[in-house]
């Protein structure tokens, strides 16, 4: 069981922070490729433009890709077995199959026409590679844009280069019919930087050789006008051109470029204070973003940097442009670019100090999941998870620096189960058994710590609906938590053998199971244990047949969980356990509190973003619209939730015979009620609703507001299909397309076509005629 926790998904296309300057030409030739092959990749140095530029053609190319335009970041990810899951993360996929992640990412672009760019491919360069081989054959429609500092070598890849923007050589743009995109770049950010800065006749000699001193190179342009606060463009000038001739030995040689952004990068290092040199070079441990209070507690010192000296030493290096600010919904956020990300490694090794930041950064990781660990079922889950999934490159590179030689296997096996619910939450539970599994491999001595991630692991492997040795798993985790005495490990254990067990059909045994780690963990007071055993151990004793006592222990649970309304995941899955117990259960009283559940349970879904959980809750309302004889709504609903199994990866959807049986009995009298054709059509609707209005569609037809299937009748309506009989239904309401879409959740050009449809059928001319039809009166138009 899994959820989502954030509604903005690491996949979205980032919105430009300042303007976008320029690249009329780059832009046009990557259009034009893009028309004509499948993979372009964009190359250049560092700092020249080539994510900015990436970006800003998938931007405009959006409209030809109906089925979305993704971005995965890869500059933070280090570990390329990962980069398949970054992706299948960026297109918002759980891992809740256990198929390898590429042929879950291979699956769900098959018949889509989505464009990925690939950001940052370098370091990734062979994985990288790799993927582009797996995903174009197996997705036809299929564009890929890659940026990288080298050509990835792929069978049909084509490279752009980007070169830096172009400065005249004289001290002037005669004949130019535009000023050139280095001086636009330096105007605009040299008037933001300076209140009234403007490039004019007495200063565009000075900011053309400046442009023209740093090769046109954007990162190194943005880094100069940075100083314009404290230096005018005369002294720029001057100090510039002594650190290029320190460079080259006071000849008058060109530089390289990359050594020409090096200098730039080491010039604005120069400039910086003592503080700002120092939390320049810590920051480089960071990936991906971070927070204030993160930089304050990893990169803070009693000596040269104290915690209360690193705000104003981070706000220099923002206006400096050597870290970028980043506003989220959760608040502002800090990240550095790569290439001066690489500049503070190399300041750091210098010091000697990188050991020890990165310890720092650990612990300071390894404290942030150990608070979630103790807090994540209470009404702090939400806030805590959003600030974990903006830290999972954090995350990750706390967990490979635990994986590294140092010998903090031990941390990183912490760190891994600590994570527990995050993993749970986020849906991310084959990343969560990678690192489980290599922490298990290289902290092997007895710890509670090890017992807990033997049965998480095997846990995941269930819900994953993986057979594997998760039996011997269990046996090792039993085995330890005797030896060492751990007794809240073994009631978990006992716990999860049970839930091994019936998740593979054999029932015997279990119930008794679960009673005796219920008693276990009511002695030892484990509060979370009691919440979760709940629903996990009540879905069996419903599966069972004994479904008072399961409805009873979600009630338990729910009952544990009144003190913390704000939380979402363990209050959803219970009542999603008691909603299938009261439907079970077969009385009117019980299927209308089974309803009840599900409605609140879906909007805690919703909540969470939760794909897996929402599916679950549309497949139960859709079982209710069978019995309300509400058949298009059964069919949208089972198509809504169809998509989303999907996108889980989800081959058997439910795994219990008894909700497939549910399952097949709703969709067979909405076949027989709709037809074959229009079972099809409704279902395909649902299918394509997004996860928020599949949420809505099922909230409000749950109420029962959208109306039955019309019984068939005699006369001229004889002839339309079981929807158009509908739609003509409600144009006799008066009501418009655009009501009648909404009312049953399709699109307002689907119900156009109906109305047509049913017009030339019925050889009427205007809608007063389907009304009168109908023996109603009065229409809209």
């Given at each position: 069981?899994?959820?989502?926790?954030?509604?903005?998904?690491?996949?979205?296309?980032?919105?430009?922070?300042?303007?976008?300057?320029?690249?009329?030409?780059?832009l046009?030739?990557?259009?034009?490729?893009?028309?004509?092959?499948?993979?372009?990749?964009?190359?250049?140095?560092?700092?020249?433009?080539?994510?900015?530029?990436?970006?800003?053609?998938?931007?405009?190319?959006?409209?030809?890709?109906?089925?979305g335009?993704?971005?995965?970041?890869?500059?933070?990810?280090?570990?390329?077995?990962?980069?398949?899951?970054?992706?299948?993360?960026?297109?918002?996929?759980?891992?809740?199959?256990?198929?390898?992640?590429?042929?879950?990412?291979?699956?769900?672009?098959?018949?889509?026409?989505?464009?990925?760019v690939?950001?940052?491919?370098?370091?990734l360069?062979?994985?990288?590679?790799?993927?582009?081989?797996?995903?174009?054959?197996?997705?036809p429609?299929?564009?890929?844009?890659?940026?990288?500092?080298?050509?990835?070598?792929?069978?049909?890849?084509?490279v752009?280069?980007?070169?830096?923007?172009?400065?005249?050589?004289?001290?002037?743009?005669?004949g130019?019919?535009?000023?050139?995109?280095?001086?636009?770049?330096?105007?605009?950010?040299?008037?933001?930087?300076?209140?009234?800065?403007?490039?004019?006749?007495?200063?565009?000699?000075?900011?053309?050789?400046?442009?023209?001193?740093?090769?046109?190179?954007?990162?190194?342009?943005?880094?100069?006008?940075?100083?314009?606060?404290?230096?005018?463009?005369?002294?720029?000038?001057?100090r510039?051109?002594?650190?290029?001739?320190?460079?080259?030995?006071?000849?008058?040689?060109s530089?390289?470029?990359?050594?020409?952004?090096?200098?730039?990068?080491a010039?604005?290092?120069?400039?910086?204070?003592?503080?700002?040199?120092?939390?320049?070079?810590?920051?480089?441990?960071?990936?991906?973003?971070?927070?204030?209070?993160?930089?304050?507690?990893?990169?803070?010192?009693?000596?040269?940097?104290?915690?209360?000296?690193?705000?104003?030493?981070?706000?220099?290096?923002?206006e400096?442009?050597?870290?970028l600010?980043?506003?989220?919904?959760?608040?502002?956020?800090?990240?550095?670019?790569?290439?001066?990300?690489?500049?503070?490694?190399?300041?750091?090794?210098?010091?000697?100090?990188?050991?020890?930041?990165?310890?720092?950064?650990?612990?300071?990781?390894?404290?942030?999941?150990?608070?979630?660990?103790?807090?994540?079922?209470?009404?702090?889950?939400?806030?805590?998870?959003?600030?974990l999934?903006?830290?999972?490159?954090?995350?990750?590179?706390?967990?490979?620096?635990?994986?590294?030689p140092?010998g903090?296997?031990c941390?990183?096996?912490?760190l891994?189960?600590?994570?527990?619910?995050?993993?749970?939450?986020?849906?991310?539970?084959?990343e969560?058994?990678?690192?489980?599994?290599?922490?298990?491999?290289?902290?092997?001595?007895?710890?509670?710590?090890?017992?807990?991630?033997?049965?998480?692991?095997?846990?995941?492997?269930?819900?994953?609906?993986?057979?594997?040795?998760?039996?011997?798993?269990?046996?090792?985790?039993?085995?330890?938590?005797?030896?060492?005495?751990?007794q809240r490990?073994?009631?978990?254990?006992?716990?999860?053998?049970?839930h091994?067990?019936y998740?593979?059909?054999?029932?015997?045994?279990?119930?008794?199971?679960?009673?005796?780690?219920?008693?276990?963990m009511?002695?030892?007071?484990?509060?979370?244990?009691?919440?979760?055993?709940?629903?996990?151990?009540?879905?069996?004793?419903?599966?069972?047949?004994?479904?008072?006592?399961?409805?009873?222990?979600?009630?338990?649970?729910?009952?544990?969980?009144?003190?913390?309304?704000?939380?979402?995941?363990?209050?959803?899955?219970?009542?999603?356990?008691?909603s299938?117990?009261?439907?079970?259960?077969?009385?009117?009283?019980?299927?209308?509190?089974?309803?009840?559940?599900?409605?609140?349970?879906?909007?805690?879904?919703?909540?969470?973003?939760?794909?897996?959980?929402?599916?679950?809750?549309?497949?139960?309302?859709?079982?209710?619209?069978?019995?309300?004889?509400?058949?298009?709504?059964?069919?949208?609903?089972?198509?809504?939730?169809?998509?989303?199994?999907?996108?889980?990866?989800?081959?058997?959807?439910?795994?219990?015979?008894?909700?497939?049986?549910?399952?097949?009995?709703?969709?067979?009298?909405?076949?027989?009620?709709?037809?074959?054709?229009?079972?099809?059509?409704?279902?395909?609707?649902?299918?394509?609703?997004?996860?928020?209005?599949?949420?809505?569609?099922?909230?409000?037809?749950?109420?029962?507001?959208?109306?039955?299937?019309?019984?068939?009748?005699?006369?001229?309506?004889?002839?339309?299909?079981?929807?158009?009989?509908?739609?003509?239904?409600?144009?006799?309401?008066?009501?418009?397309?655009?009501?009648?879409?909404?009312?049953?959740?399709?699109?307002?050009r689907?119900?156009?076509?109906?109305?047509?449809?049913?017009?030339?059928?019925?050889?009427?001319?205007?809608?007063?005629?389907?009304?009168?039809?109908?023996?109603?009166?009065?229409?809209r138009?």
């Amino acid at each position: 069981m899994n959820a989502r926790a954030s509604r903005r998904t690491s996949g979205e296309l980032p919105a430009d922070a300042t303007p976008f300057i320029g690249r009329r030409r780059e832009l046009a030739r990557l259009a034009d490729v893009l028309g004509r092959a499948r993979l372009v990749t964009l190359t250049g140095p560092g700092g020249v433009g080539k994510t900015r530029t990436a970006v800003r053609a998938a931007h405009r190319a959006g409209r030809d890709f109906p089925d979305g335009v993704y971005m995965v970041h890869l500059s933070a990810l280090t570990d390329p077995a990962l980069l398949a899951n970054t992706v299948a993360s960026a297109l918002d996929l759980p891992e809740q199959a256990a198929r390898p992640a590429i042929e879950v990412v291979a699956d769900h672009l098959e018949n889509k026409a989505a464009l990925l760019v690939l950001d940052t491919c370098e370091h990734l360069v062979d994985a990288c590679a790799m993927l582009c081989d797996a995903l174009l054959p197996a997705a036809p429609r299929l564009r890929i844009i890659a940026t990288s500092r080298q050509p990835l070598d792929v069978v049909g890849e084509h490279v752009l280069p980007v070169p830096p923007m172009e400065v005249p050589d004289g001290p002037h743009e005669s004949g130019a019919s535009a000023p050139c995109d280095a001086l636009l770049l330096f105007a605009d950010r040299a008037g933001a930087a300076v209140a009234g800065f403007t490039v004019n006749d007495d200063n565009r000699a000075e900011v053309l050789a400046l442009c023209r001193r740093l090769d046109g190179i954007p990162l190194a342009i943005e880094l100069a006008v940075s100083r314009l606060r404290v230096l005018s463009l005369e002294e720029m000038l001057g100090r510039l051109d002594d650190r290029f001739r320190i460079l080259t030995g006071g000849r008058r040689t060109s530089v390289p470029r990359h050594q020409t952004l090096r200098t730039a990068i080491a010039w604005s290092h120069d400039l910086s204070t003592d503080q700002e040199r120092v939390l320049w070079a810590r920051l480089s441990v960071f990936a991906g973003e971070l927070s204030l209070a993160a930089a304050e507690e990893v990169c803070s010192d009693d000596r040269i940097l104290p915690p209360e000296a690193v705000l104003d030493a981070l706000i220099g290096l923002v206006e400096k442009s050597v870290v970028l600010r980043v506003e989220t919904p959760d608040g502002t956020r800090y990240r550095m670019l790569d290439t001066i990300r690489e500049f503070g490694r190399g300041q750091l090794l210098g010091t000697g100090e990188e050991e020890r930041t990165r310890a720092r950064h650990l612990a300071y990781f390894l404290g942030t999941a150990r608070d979630f660990d103790a807090r994540w079922t209470t009404d702090a889950q939400l806030p805590l998870l959003r600030a974990l999934v903006h830290d999972q490159a954090n995350l990750r590179a706390a967990l490979e620096y635990c994986a590294s030689p140092q010998g903090l296997a031990c941390d990183g096996l912490e760190l891994a189960t600590a994570l527990s619910g995050y993993w749970h939450c986020t849906g991310l539970l084959t990343e969560g058994r990678y690192w489980l599994r290599r922490a298990l491999d290289g902290c092997p001595g007895d710890s509670p710590t090890r017992v807990k991630a033997l049965w998480l692991k095997s846990w995941y492997m269930d819900l994953q609906g993986e057979r594997g040795n998760n039996e011997v798993l269990l046996i090792e985790a039993e085995e330890t938590a005797a030896r060492i005495g751990d007794q809240r490990g073994r009631a978990w254990t006992l716990a999860f053998q049970a839930h091994r067990r019936y998740f593979a059909g054999r029932f015997e045994g279990c119930a008794d199971d679960f009673d005796e780690a219920r008693s276990r963990m009511s002695g030892l007071g484990d509060e979370q244990g009691l919440l979760m055993l709940g629903f996990y151990a009540g879905f069996m004793l419903i599966l069972s047949g004994d479904l008072d006592k399961g409805i009873a222990w979600c009630d338990d649970s729910l009952a544990r969980n009144a003190g913390h309304p704000r939380e979402k995941w363990a209050r959803s899955w219970a009542l999603w356990v008691k909603s299938v117990g009261l439907w079970l259960r077969g009385d009117k009283e019980g299927r209308d509190a089974s309803v009840d559940c599900a409605r609140e349970g879906i909007r805690c879904k919703a909540a969470l973003h939760d794909v897996m959980g929402l599916a679950h809750f549309l497949e139960g309302l859709a079982w209710h619209a069978a019995g309300l004889r509400h058949f298009e709504r059964v069919a949208v609903l089972q198509g809504a939730a169809d998509a989303l199994w999907r996108r889980a990866a989800k081959e058997a959807r439910f795994a219990i015979p008894v909700l497939h049986e549910l399952h097949d009995a709703a969709a067979r009298e909405a076949r027989e009620a709709l037809g074959a054709d229009g079972y099809h059509e409704s279902f395909t609707e649902g299918g394509k609703l997004s996860p928020e209005a599949a949420v809505d569609a099922a909230l409000r037809q749950s109420t029962a507001e959208a109306p039955a299937v019309p019984a068939q009748r005699p006369g001229p309506a004889e002839g339309l299909t079981p929807r158009e009989r509908q739609v003509a239904a409600l144009v006799s309401e008066g009501l418009t397309n655009k009501e009648i879409a909404a009312k049953l959740v399709v699109s307002k050009r689907t119900v156009d076509s109906h109305v047509e449809h049913i017009l030339t059928k019925l050889g009427f001319g205007s809608r007063s005629q389907i009304a009168a039809m109908h023996g109603a009166g009065g229409h809209r138009p």
